[in-house]
């Protein structure tokens, strides 16, 4: 081994490139929304696993602000070394590229996908007050009054807003849409009586629907969830395929080194499979993803195609 290091040493490898010596400090994770929301859960129980499996401190750091464009642009810069990672979604890496005049950066350019975390189902939940049991009612009370519901998102560009804007092309209603810098403070409004509706990751709202504090109309997935067996899919109630989840992964400043990259998929892998993870997951009915940086970039691919062309259906804008 020491005569193989000082052979890279010699021809000007360094064993950063190699993946050998990373990681050699603790790896900042930076997560593009306020905590309390659903990506803040998916990414403190991965960075838990990761740091066991990597021998060093993954912590995870909140950067909201402009539809997650903050933290991409500031880790679109950071060294690539391995030591910054994001998490990306479904907004920053399929809607954003496409629903932004002036986007910043190119995703696919700037940025290497190292693994898919998990995908969860979004729910459209209503305050108890919302005179609407189901998804049917909501959408009559929604016509009766074009513009009358408000609903919360974690902000701009955030699946929770990209869930309600699809849902309204496809049923013809209006809403007045409340952006927030993540879904914690979201929920504090809806709670609070001050937006009535919101289409969000299920890990977040579980605990307020448990608690009777909101009412689940209808989830986005293409399969109910088995922790909500009585509340309908959005195709089961008149909207046939119908599809909505929010996913995530980890991603790396575009020129960080192939052995790095493969570590860190390896390591979030294995991760994945842990007890700790998978318990956590099924309990959030969050699926677990996993597999390769090339077929994290595939999925990628197909995502964008997918919003590409819901968004050229909507004309969403995100300003």
Do not use: C
Not at 15 to 40: D, H, I
Not at 179 to 185: A, I, L, R, S, V
């Amino acid at each position: 081994m020491i005569r193989k290091l000082l052979a890279l040493a010699l021809a000007g490898v360094s064993l950063t490139a190699t993946g050998q010596q990373w990681p050699t400090k603790p790896v900042r994770f930076v997560v593009p929304f306020a905590p309390g929301g659903t990506s803040e859960i998916v990414a403190r129980a991965v960075a838990q696993e990761l740091s066991t499996a990597l021998g060093q401190t993954v912590f995870v750091e909140n950067k909201p602000g402009g539809a997650g464009v903050i933290a991409m642009t500031e880790v679109s810069k950071a060294d690539p070394d391995g030591h910054t990672i994001i998490l990306g979604h479904v907004g920053t890496l399929a809607v954003n590229p496409y629903a932004m005049p002036k986007h910043p950066y190119d995703v696919n350019k700037e940025f290497a996908p190292v693994i898919l975390l998990a995908r969860v189902p979004n729910v459209l939940a209503v305050a108890p007050d919302v005179p609407a049991k189901t998804l049917k009612e909501f959408v009559a009370l929604a016509k009766a009054k074009p513009d009358s519901i408000t609903y919360g998102s974690a902000g701009n560009g955030s699946s929770g807003h990209l869930a309600m804007e699809y849902f309204m092309a496809e049923s013809g209603i209006k809403a007045t849409h409340v952006p927030y810098k993540g879904t914690g403070p979201m929920l504090q409004d809806i709670l609070g009586g001050r937006v009535q509706a919101t289409f969000t990751g299920a890990p977040a709202l579980m605990g307020q629907i448990s608690a009777g504090k909101l009412r689940a109309l209808a989830v986005g997935s293409h399969e109910r969830m088995v922790s909500l067996p009585n509340v309908p899919t959005v195709a089961e109630s008149g909207y046939k395929d119908f599809e909505t989840s929010q996913w995530y992964g980890i991603l790396v400043p575009a020129k960080t080194p192939k052995a790095i990259i493969d570590k860190l998929a390896a390591a979030a892998d294995k991760a994945l499979k842990s007890s700790g993870i998978t318990a956590k997951f099924a309990k959030d009915d969050a699926r677990a993803g996993g597999g390769t940086p090339e077929q994290f970039t595939t999925f990628i691919r197909k995502e964008q195609a997918t919003w590409k062309r819901i968004i050229e259906k909507t004309g969403l804008k995100i300003e």
